[in-house]
Each structure stands twice: as structure tokens, then as C-alpha cells.
């Protein structure tokens, strides 16, 4: 139980281009998402929390203009990077957490997204 | 909000033995500590998490260990493998706001060698 699907697993997309990036649980109803960033040989970074049905809450110094975050339904959020420049090349990850309970229930993370902007 | 630093970064030990990777924590508040095991350009996987309820968490190989009082926990992993090997993460949750996100410790990069 607790599978999380992210896709695509990889893209490889000229300079300028905008990718969106599919998070969805598969098996459980998820009110919140998170999506962090990930440099190799480096921590996993929060990038913001996606909260289905209202706006997403972005960490300090990360853009909401240029990481646009959908949570539309309690089982899928989205995360499209706008007008990729070859900095944002990196690997992201969302994760989400089973809907109802404690807050502290665990975060089941997809697998991952590698990035490169040529 | 939390601060998570985590120690050491790598880790090597010889198969068999015993790892401990340490991490403290600067919240008081914090009530739940999970560690994350990541494969080599893989997902992170959740080995195990503890409550601040209980001091100690066990589950076969692996184990975790809380101490509130001095804000740090712990994971002993014995009769290590070579598939034990990967980078290990320790979180721990802010405590403002209701979506508890977690910060995560920087990762221990464990090498169990044959």
C-alpha cells in the first residue's frame, strides 16, 4: 500500500521549454503533497507543500511564478517548471501523505524526476 | 523552525558489523522522527520512524533510538549487508503550521564492504 507514481521518470528539454511533472497516490486519498528538489550527492529540499483544493505554500527563496503547483483532486498534483533554464536541471520528487489521521503519519515519496535543460 | 543535522556523512563498515548514524534535532516540539533509506538515483524509502511516546523502535536489523531530553535520535542497523548500502536520511518535522513538513538531515552515505 502507499504507492506514489510520479512521471515522467526523465526529460531531457531544450532551454526555454515548460515540463510538467505528474505526482499521483495510487492507492490512497492524499490532502497534502510535497515537492522537493534534490542536487546530486545532496539532501532532499522542500520546494513547497501542495494542498488539494487551495494554493500551494512555497518555502523561502523559491519561486511560485516558475515551479506553478496544481493539487486538483486528493490523489494527483502537478508540477510544471516554466521557461526551464538549464539551473533548474536536478532531480524532483514529490511525496504525499494519507489523508485523515495525525499529522504525523509518514510521506511516501514517487520516484523521482531527472531534469536536464540543454 | 526545525534544524536537523545528521552525522557522519560517510560510513564505512565491514559486512557484519554494526552502523550508527546520529542526527539532533532543535525543536522540542518535534513528536516524530522517520529515516529514509535512498538507493543510488531511487526514491527514499522508509525503513523506520519513531513517536517521542517511546524511546526505542525495533524492526529486525534495524533499530531507533530517541532521546527527548538531549534532542537527538539515532539508527543502529546490525549484521549489516552489502544491500544495506546507501545514503541514509534523517527527518524531523517543523512544528508551525498544520502540514508538519519535514526537514531532512543532510545523509549518510553507508558503504558495507564485502
Known amino acids: 500500500g502507499a504507492v506514489v507514481s510520479q512521471h515522467p521518470s526523465w526529460v531531457i528539454c531544450k532551454s526555454g521549454t515548460s515540463v510538467k511533472i505528474e505526482c499521483r497516490s495510487l492507492?490512497?486519498?492524499?490532502?497534502?503533497m510535497f515537492w522537493y528538489r534534490q542536487f546530486p550527492k545532496q539532501s532532499l529540499m522542500l520546494m513547497a507543500t501542495?494542498?488539494?483544493?487551495?494554493?500551494?505554500?512555497?518555502e523561502q527563496g523559491v519561486e511560485k511564478d516558475k515551479f506553478l503547483i496544481n493539487h486538483a483532486s486528493l490523489t494527483l498534483s502537478t508540477l510544471t517548471v516554466t521557461s526551464a533554464h538549464p539551473e533548474d536541471s536536478s532531480f524532483y520528487i514529490c511525496?504525499?501523505?494519507?489523508?485523515?489521521?495525525?499529522?504525523?503519519?509518514?510521506?511516501?515519496f514517487g520516484d523521482g524526476t531527472r531534469l536536464s535543460i540543454l | 523552525g526545525e534544524n536537523v543535522e545528521q552525522h557522519p556523512s560517510t560510513l564505512s563498515v565491514q559486512e557484519g558489523d554494526s552502523a550508527v548514524i546520529k542526527c539532533t534535532y532543535s525543536?522540542?516540539?518535534?513528536?516524530?522522527f522517520p529515516w529514509y533509506k535512498q538507493e543510488l538515483g531511487k526514491r527514499p524509502q522508509l525503513i523506520i520512524d519513531?513517536?517521542?511516546?517511546?524511546g526505542e523502535k525495533k524492526d529486525q536489523r534495524i533499530a531507533v533510538t530517541l532521546n527527548k531530553t538531549a534532542k537527538h535520535f539515532s539508527l543502529h542497523i546490525t549484521e549489516t549487508q552489502p544491500e544495506d548500502s546507501a545514503v541514509y536520511f534523517c527527518?524531523?518535522?517543523?512544528?508551525?503550521?498544520?502540514?508538519?513538513?519535514?526537514?531532512f538531515g543532510s545523509g549518510t552515505q553507508l558503504t558495507v564492504l564485502p
Open positions: 511525496s504525499a501523505r494519507l489523508r485523515g489521521g495525525t499529522s504525523n503519519q509518514p510521506q511516501h
Open positions: 492507492d490512497f486519498q492524499a490532502t497534502t
Open positions: 501542495s494542498n488539494e483544493g487551495s494554493k500551494a505554500t512555497y
Open positions: 525543536d522540542s516540539a518535534s513528536n516524530y
Open positions: 519513531i513517536r517521542s511516546n517511546v
Open positions: 527527518a524531523a518535522p517543523r512544528t508551525s503550521g498544520s502540514a508538519r513538513q519535514l526537514t
